[in-house]
């Protein structure tokens, strides 16, 4: 799954691109309407996709953002104005190409859903292979409160504040800490691949509780997973699984990981071993991490 420095990266290689551009067409698969008939939603959420599609064109993208692991497009028509949040699931992936036949990868073809045809004579499209992802255009973030909800972006200066503070309501005390670190409404950004890592620098067991680690110890991994999260930007994001940036590119974090994904612990050379914490396999090195 896509964590902050993969979002970020998508983002990075949308704004020069996309920024100013007119949607004039969009289209959406058969899939998607057929799942919408059906009663469901795959990925497009709240809405129809043909009303979606209608609603598009004739918008022109005044910016894109990151936010937690959302991208939010700014759109505008008129004096009105809409936000597309998308949060690309497992596998999300946006390219710009002027035929479909130009994105690289066969996968990516045969599941591209939604087609946003632009001003430049090339294509946005919006592909999805698990369709975990999800589109929804809202008038304002305020119309889906769960964005509100969000903890504030770990770069920002409030956030270890905030972190420190969540660690400290009972409901979050008793918790496993890796658990509370992939937590949204905790911390921002970081996933399985850069909480296993954070872990991992600081010795800490994964799933240590909370209330057993010291206000210390818990702003000294807060920073670690900014220092994380910052390195895996710089190296544009690591490439696991299906992770694509717009130019159809994937970063090389992943050769820099220690412990996401080690037979071995990197340090004592001991067996790493896995546990399974909110649902995710949670890799550690048993001998290093108390
Ligand atoms: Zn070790």
Redesign the pocket.
């Known amino acids: 799954m896509p964590e902050l420095p993969e979002v970020e990266g998508v983002v990075k290689s949308l704004q020069p691109i996309i920024t100013g551009r007119k949607i004039v067409a969009v289209t959406t698969s058969d899939i998607l309407k057929k799942s919408h008939d059906d009663g469901k939603e795959a990925i497009v959420k709240a809405m129809h996709p043909n009303l979606l599609a209608e609603l598009l064109v004739g918008m022109t993208i005044a910016r894109i953002e990151r936010r937690s692991k959302y991208i939010y497009f700014y759109l505008h028509t008129e004096g009105e104005q809409y936000i597309l949040v998308n949060h690309l699931g497992m596998s999300g992936a946006w390219f710009h190409v002027a035929a479909l036949e130009q994105i690289p990868e066969a996968k990516f073809r045969k599941h591209a859903h939604v087609f946003l045809q632009l001003d430049d004579h090339h294509f946005l499209i919006y592909s999805d292979i698990r369709r975990f992802g999800e589109l929804r255009l809202l008038k304002k973030i305020a119309d889906y409160p769960p964005l509100l909800q969000l903890a504030p972006e770990p770069f920002e200066e409030e956030a270890k504040a905030f972190f420190l503070g969540v660690c400290q309501q009972p409901k979050y005390a008793k918790k496993a800490i890796k658990e509370v670190i992939m937590d949204s409404h905790a911390i921002c950004g970081a996933g399985n691949i850069y909480a296993t890592e954070a872990l991992f620098a600081m010795k800490i067991h994964p799933g240590r509780k909370v209330s057993n680690l010291t206000e210390e110890q818990l702003a000294q991994l807060f920073d670690k997973i900014v220092d994380v999260l910052d390195e895996s930007i710089a190296f544009g994001g690591s490439s696991i699984s299906d992770y694509r940036n717009i130019n159809g590119e994937s970063g090389s974090m992943q050769n820099r990981l220690k412990m996401y994904g080690m037979k071995k612990?990197p340090?004592?050379h001991?067996n790493s071993q896995q546990i399974l914490i909110a649902n995710r396999n949670s890799y550690f090195?048993p001998?290093?991490q108390k």
């Open positions: 612990c340090m004592c001991t090195c001998n290093c």
